[in-house]
Every structure is written in structure tokens, then in C-alpha cells.
């Protein structure tokens, strides 16, 4: 018999209570270290007392009203996302892949606004994540995701991930953007190199396209920068973020540069909820955290400090561990055994991580963690290690 909860998940047989900092309890009362933060989602942790104070305080006065009207929190936080950001203008949504839609209709948009409709292909890469609608996973392109889905969205153009001549010699009359992620999370954290990215940002000028980057898993602060773009030195002309941006309250962006806006006027796009009073209360809370001085730095810090201790351990552990790779808070460990194994062998330790392709084991804290836990992640994993290696 199908499961009252359409079983389109392989969940793990644990079910959690509740949280607070980079500690969750489940429903046995066992605590854990939560270095998966809800797949990068639970940036601040849980029950941040910020987060927690201004969801109570608007929750009391108004949670929605639509787009009908005005949302001064949304003019608030697109406000801010201009002021620390290259964009000019953003779009809330209630999920990742919501915004990166947008960004995806956004490009077509742009081009036949300036008379060049017939520009309307994505290119994408081999191993990209860009969400579960439809059009998302014709981006993505995966078997996995896309198998009996089909037919699926046109217009989008795959190519190896890394290789500029290949990304070159697909363009056409036809392309309007490049689209994709500064680091795959999904696909097990493949980062591309900053020279690839400032190559991209060349190259989508050179052929007058968008360049187009998902940062809804790379964004927030999480590789220690507010968006990991800014490490190669280039912007976007269109970024989507989710994630950490809602802090664990749905909600996503689609930021875009006034030029590359051009066609988004009243009336072409919309949703009922996003970026209602609740969510636009929550947002504003996570980035008081996230821009508050010196937060973004010790970001990048404790992500160089788990670099140093994760690095060591994988050295010991080769027949478990074959390469770690990643930035900041934003780390992806190549396993040789079956990565859910290891996985399962960790949460039973206390520890949450993250599964991703290429057996990969994700490493994604909340932002706040501080030395101490660090070092008891270490503990775990090199204890979880050698057990694993026992085995091997
Ligand atoms: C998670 C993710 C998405 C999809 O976000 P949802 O909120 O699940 O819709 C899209 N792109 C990237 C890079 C992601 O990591």
C-alpha cells in the first residue's frame, strides 16, 4: 500500500524534534551536530533568537496580504540585496528552483525584449542542479532526475562541466545565457575554477548573452563571501538564491541587473505567496545576521579552519575517503565505500551530513558554528573513519 506521504523520498528513520544553534534532538531525545543544515538551508542554526523574535512579532500582526499591494518588507529586503549585491532589482519566491525559474524566463524575456526573440537556449552543464519543476530538471538534465518526466522543456543545451571550448562551440543565434552553479552542490560539490567563471563572464559579453549563476546553494555566505561569484571577481547580469536565505522559512530570489530586467514589467510574472509579510520578516532578520560586521569573515575563517581538519583526515583515511574538495562552509568529501554508509555510520555517531552524486558526503553547517564544534565534527568523522577503514 502507497504511503499517506507519497514515498518520492528516501528518508533516513529519524524524526526530529527540535533545534537550537548547531544542535538537533530528536523525537528519542538523542542530540546531534547538524552539519547539514537541512541541506544548507538552516544557515543560523536553529531557533536563532533573531529569526525566532521577528517571525513571532509579524506573525502576530499580518502574514499575508498578496501582490496586490504593497509589501514593505519586500521593498526592505530587495532594497538591502541591491545595496550588498551587482543587482539592480529582485523577485522573491517561495523555493530555489522558483527563482531560478524566473532567472530562466528572465533571459528569454530580455532578449525578445530587445527584439531578439529568436535567442532563447540555456546552456547548462553536465551535472547541474537547478530544482525539480519541469524546465528545472530539462536544465538540470540528469537521468536521474528527468527519467519517465519526459517530453521535457526545450531549450536547454548540455555541456561538460569545466570545459570552455566545448561551453564556446555550443553557442548559437540561438543562445541567450550561460546558466550555471559557481560550485555543483548537488552533483557533489564540483567547484569551478575562478579563471573558468571570469572565462564565462568573457565569453557570454563576447557573444552579448547573459551570464546567468544559480547561487542558491553556494549563496548566503556559505563558501565565507556573500555570493561565491564575488571570489572570482566577476558579476552576473542574473543570480537566483533560496536556501539560506529564508534561513529554514521557504523563500528564494531571482536578482537581476536593471539591463538584463528589462522585459520583467507588471503583469509578465507573479506568485500568490512569495515574498508575503512573514517571509519577507524572516529574510530581513537572516541578513541583519549575515551582513551584521566581521559575520562574513569568520565565515570564511572557520571554513579555512575545517579545510585544515577535514584535509588531515581524509590522508589518514584514503581506503574511506578519497578527496575532499569545496570551499568555506561548503565541502564535499569523495567517499570510496558507498556514501550512504558512511553517512549512516555518522548520524549514528551524532553527526548529520549530507549525501550528494559522485558518492559524495556534504559537509554543510550552519554559518554560526564556532571552533569547538568543529573539532567535535573532526572527532566524529575520524573516530566514523577508521571504523569504516576497520572494515574496508
Ligand atoms: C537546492 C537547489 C535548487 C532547488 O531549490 P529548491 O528550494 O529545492 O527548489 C536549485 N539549484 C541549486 C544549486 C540548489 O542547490
Known sequence: MIPAVMP???????????????????????????????VAVSALGHAHPHMVQALGEQGGKLWHCSNLYRVPGQEKLAGRLVG??????????NSGVEAWECGAKLV???????????????ITAEGAFHGRTLAGISASGGEKLTKGFG??????????????????AAITEETAA???????????????????????????????????????????GRTGKLFAHEWAGITPDVMCVGKGIGGGFPLGACLATEAAAVGMTAGTHGSTYAGNPLAMAVGNAVLDVILSPGFLERVERIGRLLWQRVQPLAQRHPSVIAEVRGSGLMLGLKAVPPCGDVITALRAAGLLTVPASDNVIRLLPPLIIGEEHVEEAVAILDRVLSDQAAHA
Open 84 to 93: 550588498a549585491t551587482f543587482a539592480d532589482t529582485a523577485f522573491f519566491t
Open 8 to 38: 518520492t523520498y528516501a528518508r533516513a528513520d529519524v524524526a526530529f524534534e527540535r533545534g537550537a544553534g548547531v544542535y538537533i534532538w530528536d523525537t528519542d531525545g538523542r542530540r546531534y551536530l547538524d552539519f547539514g543544515a537541512g
Open 151 to 168: 517530453p521535457l522543456v526545450d531549450g536547454f543545451d548540455h555541456v561538460s562541466w569545466g570545459n570552455l571550448n566545448e561551453l564556446r
Open 108 to 122: 528569454r524575456k530580455y532578449h525578445s525584449a530587445k527584439g531578439q526573440p529568436q535567442r532563447w537556449r540555456i
Open 178 to 220: 550561460i546558466c550555471v552553479e559557481p560550485i555543483q552542490g548537488e552533483g557533489g560539490i564540483r567547484p569551478a575554477t575562478l579563471d573558468y567563471l571570469r572565462a564565462l563572464r568573457a565569453t557570454a559579453d563576447e557573444f552579448g548573452i547573459l551570464l546567468y549563476l544559480d547561487e542558491i546553494q553556494t549563496g548566503y
